[in-house]
């Protein structure tokens, strides 16, 4: 194939600036690429198969239901904002860098996350590292099995600002239900954040840590919840 410069362009106020980032370019024929896959041992290859997880995650009772919500807040003198990702127990506070895991799985484990945005007219987008999660629900209301499939960003859009005066813990915020298998999840810690760099970087971010699989049933993480 024919190599190509692919740009990057950034953007100022007053001029924009473009400048080549990197060249690709592909060396293989057919032949030499299907030389060197019989060179490969074909029992130690792992193929991922997105449909048979699908299949498999739609299916299981998971070990753990987390509730979490997306808010902010604006300051006194209305200048500047705090964005937040909160546990349903637990009270709002911005990442920092000295922030210690908040959240702990275990590797093995499946959990299903609901994820509340709380901000008015304010879309928030979901992203975790190191793996990806079925999408089982949008606002409540379960998804058709098309439309459900593995993911690791999703936009979830901003609250109506309406407030149910006679029961507010009944507020109809925008949500998202997804369904996390930790079992290929190296064990670690990492963060999930909004995917808007604004709003990362002002605090919407936590830590998860993961651990080896539990070893003692009786303390097994399903008889928790929040």
Known sequence: KEARDAKMITKSIDFIVTRPLMKIQVIQTQQSMTNAALEVNSSALVFYDPIREINVLRNVTPDRVRRFYFSQKVSA???SFSFFI???DDVPQSFNDYMEATITVYQNTTEDWIIQN????TNHVFHIHQGHYLLLEKNRKTLPPEEQVMMDVTAIEGWNGKINTIDPNKNQYP??????NFTSFQVGKFVFHCHK???EDLGMMRVIEVLPPFKYPSYHPSSFSD
């Open 197 to 199: 760099l604004s709003h």
């Open 77 to 79: 003198d209305n200048r």
């Open 118 to 121: 709380r901000a008015v007219n």
């Open 175 to 180: 949500s998202i239900r997804i369904r996390l």
């Open 86 to 88: 909160t546990g349903s």
